[in-house]
């Protein structure tokens, strides 16, 4: 249980992650206090982009013209996921 004591410490160090606007924390609390690193935004952002570029290319890529199937899919979701990675820390 917790102690009136360590509640008021509690809810000055959240009002203090709350009002410091330099503080990197913010941007990696989603929520009470899942933490949700740059990483995972780069993986779902990666996944829509791999999913709009494999929709386009679906047909060639199924051909087998260039590399196996798996691999080509396999690549382009790299690519995708390091380019939304890229565009989210330089944006």
């Known amino acids: 249980m917790l102690t009136p004591d360590l509640c008021s410490k ?3 160090f959240v009002d203090t992650l709350s009002t410091n606007p330099g503080a ?3 941007d990696l609390i989603l ?7 740059p990483i995972f935004k780069a993986f779902l952002l ?3 982009f791999w ?3 494999h929709r386009a290319l679906r047909d060639w890529i199924y051909s087998g013209d260039i590399w196996h199937p798996t691999l080509m899919d396999l690549s382009l979701f790299v690519i ?3 380019g939304a990675l890229w565009l989210l820390t330089s944006w």
């Open 10 to 12: 509690q809810e000055h």
């Open 24 to 26: 990197p924390l913010p």
């Open 31 to 37: 929520g009470a206090s899942l933490y949700f690193p």
């Open 46 to 48: 990666g996944l829509v």
């Open 51 to 53: 999913l709009l570029i």
């Open 80 to 82: 995708c996921v390091s």
